[in-house]
């Protein structure tokens, strides 16, 4: 089974842009989570979809959204970028319809890096 | 949600045994408690999960006391490709928010 994909896997942009990155989760799971990493800050969660509707949401301003697709496929966008959302993004998915913190199924995407000049 | 406390690092050397400790003194009756295990630019990924007592699998161990407001990873003969940041969280099942604390970096030595 493959696991989950995200694209693009570096991305470079510049102050003020938006950005765009996509997760594809492992077949048949249902539930993708979004998470940045930065060394200062370490893993902080974002926000879960499950059956294309937020579940959860992190402590991240307005300008961090997300969306889910029928195939659960999931994109994360990011707008008018600071130099501070410079990170690894990683993508989460799951199988389970119950709550993520106490789900063992929980398999990590590769991650997104990007870097705002 | 319970806040977990970890030593930031911590070293051993090939064939060790280590024990990585943490704490969650406001563990919730519903809380289990997972690890992961990281890789430099890698996503997190599960090792092990419980809610009290001993759980074995076939990568670690976990030691959870009675009073569960402690847990302890164990991984048997570590080796160097065993390097890495682990991370304890704790969480109920049906709580969405998961929140990985600092980590600890394991540095296996040869």
């Known amino acids: 089974k493959a696991g989950v994909t995200q694209t693009p896997r570096y991305l470079i942009k510049t102050r003020g842009q938006q950005v765009t990155l996509s997760c594809s989760p492992i077949s048949g799971h249902r539930s993708v989570s979004w998470y940045q990493q930065t060394p200062g800050q370490g893993l902080q969660f974002l926000f879960e979809y499950f059956s294309e509707t937020q579940r959860n949401k992190g402590n991240f301003p307005g300008r961090f959204s997300g969306r889910q697709f029928s195939n659960s496929r999931s994109e994360m966008n990011v707008s008018t970028l600071e130099l501070g959302d410079s990170a690894l993004y990683l993508c989460?998915?799951?199988?389970?319809?119950?709550?993520?913190?106490?789900?063992?199924?929980?398999?990590f995407g590769p991650g997104t890096r990007l870097t705002v000049l | 949600l319970a806040k977990t406390t970890q030593p930031i690092s911590m070293d051993s050397y090939e064939g060790q045994e280590v024990n990585i400790t943490c704490s969650h003194n406001n563990i919730a009756t519903n809380d289990y408690i997972t690890w992961y295990q990281q890789f430099p630019s890698q996503g997190p990924r599960f090792i092990i999960q419980g809610y009290k007592t001993k759980v074995t699998n076939e990568v670690a161990s976990l030691f959870i006391p009675a009073d569960r407001k402690s847990s302890t990873l164990s991984l048997p003969r570590v080796s160097l490709s065993d390097t890495a940041v682990y991370y304890c969280l704790v969480g109920e099942s049906s709580n969405n928010d998961m929140r990985f604390g600092a980590g600890t970096r394991l540095t296996v030595k040869p």
């Open positions: 989460a998915s799951r199988a389970g319809t119950g709550g993520l913190a106490g789900s063992r199924e929980q398999f």
